[in-house]
């Protein structure tokens, strides 16, 4: 009987936990929170406030076309927000409207959970999925009317359909066609997101048979992709010209290719092993076992002496100070602003960012070891952290997360206790970055 008890105590505390992120997310709302630094009446609301008026002062084509557009993405948000939004010239109302569509994201990524791990509790994948209202860049961009939430929730439904069009026998061609949509509409939404389409497409490819059914695949997606190209076409390069002249040294146009930035390589395996190293812990079986096995391999050792060799490579062929202090002033994640608070001495920094590099590689090796196409989804992000500057933790964040539990096949094992050291690990980091911008 006691342990009756303290089974149902402990199953009531688990269900009042799991409503703590959505609490904290309209807590966030009413507190103006700004814990990704780019939020505020004084942040990248500014420009976008001037693409809205862009929009309120012009007809759609014109403002298409305007030449003081700005930003990374295409116009279609503005399109869709002129038509369908009545507050869209109300920014206070606007960032409510915001808001709620944003409370839409981690409900789809429920829904996609349930489907994945049917065999576990639905408290468990109730919190696990509210784990992105704990995102500092998803709050941000939900509380302060910024764009970035739209393409997580579309990528987040493609991922949905992705998975009833691989593992559901009977799936309905409508799913296939909703798939196709949504996944483009990542790419209108946020540029970054184009390995979303590139993921839908080759799989559905590699795994269907019907050569009628690839056709109409490939067909609708080029499609969907004229109205893009027509832009680029247009800009003379992926953003518009305004964001080209701007941030002049990302890379966007094919003349920009002499400026790969391979140090960004580094800096991409820390940011990305950040959120996989939770996942890592506390979703995994055997870690012992699994480790031991690993080191019993002789690839294990070759990988090993080639990640050093890339690790010292970066540190001769990169003037430390140069890069971090005078050409950054913003990005670089969290590992950049952690050394930033343990030292003030440079080389200590440098120190303590190579031996992070080091080891984000290794913990990024054992997911190849457990599932070598898990890592394949992961190598795009590394390709993409070549082209951009600056290099910004919310490219990362929190679309690894949803990658990893979406599509990562080693990721099976879940408890409430492992659940529960998951959203306390990212609600520290939600505080710590509170904590760090204000």
């Known amino acids: ?29 009413y507190l103006d929170e700004n814990s990704a630094g780019a939020g505020g009446y004084n942040g990248d609301i500014k420009w976008i406030k001037s693409n809205i008026n862009i929009f309120l002062d012009n007809d759609l084509r014109a403002a298409v076309l305007h030449p003081d557009f700005f930003g990374n993405r295409t116009p279609l948000i503005y399109i869709l927000q002129k038509i369908f939004n009545p507050f869209f010239n109300n920014y206070e109302a606007y960032r409510v409207t915001s808001f709620f569509v944003s409370l ?18 639905k408290e468990i994948l109730f919190l696990i999925a509210s784990l992105i209202y704990l995102s500092p860049y ?26 009833k069009v691989l593992h ?98 580094g800096y991409a395996a820390t940011l990305i092993s950040f959120y996989i190293l939770p996942i890592l ?23 090993l002496f080639f990640i050093l060799s890339l690790v010292f490579s970066l540190f001769y062929l990169f003037d430390f100070e140069k890069f971090t202090v005078k ?21 200590f920094r440098e120190i303590i960012t190579y031996i992070f590099f080091f080891f984000s590689f290794c913990l990024i090796y054992f997911f190849y070891t457990r599932n070598k196409v898990d890592v394949v989804y992961l ?9 951009l500057w600056p290099l910004m933790q919310e490219y990362f964040d929190p679309i690894i997360l949803i990658l990893v539990f979406s599509l990562f096949k080693s990721v099976k094992y879940f408890t409430k206790t492992r659940a529960l050291l998951i959203f306390a690990y990212f609600s520290i980091f939600l505080s710590i970055a509170n904590f760090y911008y204000n």
């Open 379 to 387: 190598l795009y992000f590394f390709l993409l952290s070549l082209l």
């Open 327 to 347: 050409d950054y002033w913003i990005g670089l994640g969290v590992v950049h602003k952690l050394s930033i608070l343990i030292t003030d001495n440079l080389l």
């Open 138 to 163: 998803y709050r941000t961009s939900a509380f302060w009317g910024l764009n970035e939430n739209y393409g997580l929730i579309t990528a987040i439904t493609s991922f949905y359909f992705l998975y």
């Open 104 to 121: 839409i994201g981690p409900i789809i990524f429920y829904q996609l959970l349930r489907k994945k791990y049917f065999n576990v509790e």
């Open 168 to 265: 559901i026998s009977n799936f309905k061609f409508l799913d296939l066609i909703l798939l196709i949509f949504f996944s483009s509409l990542s790419v209108y939404f946020d540029l970054k997101l184009a390995f979303v389409p590139l993921v839908s497409f080759l799989v559905i490819m590699f795994s269907q048979n019907n050569f009628k059914i690839k056709f109409i695949i490939l067909l609708i997606y080029i499609i969907l992709s004229i109205p893009y190209l027509a832009l680029i076409i247009y800009w003379e390069g992926i953003v518009p010209i305004k964001t080209q002249i701007a941030n002049q040294n990302t890379i966007t146009a094919v003349e920009d290719f002499n400026k790969i930035y391979f140090i960004h390589l």
């Open 1 to 29: 009987m006691f342990l009756n008890l303290k089974y149902n105590y402990g199953n009531t505390i688990f269900k009042i936990i799991i409503f703590l992120p959505v609490i904290s997310f309209f807590l966030g709302f």
């Open 281 to 303: 812990l506390f979703t995994n079986k055997n870690l012992a076992k699994d480790l031991k096995e690993v080191f019993q391999k002789k690839e294990t050792y070759i990988f």
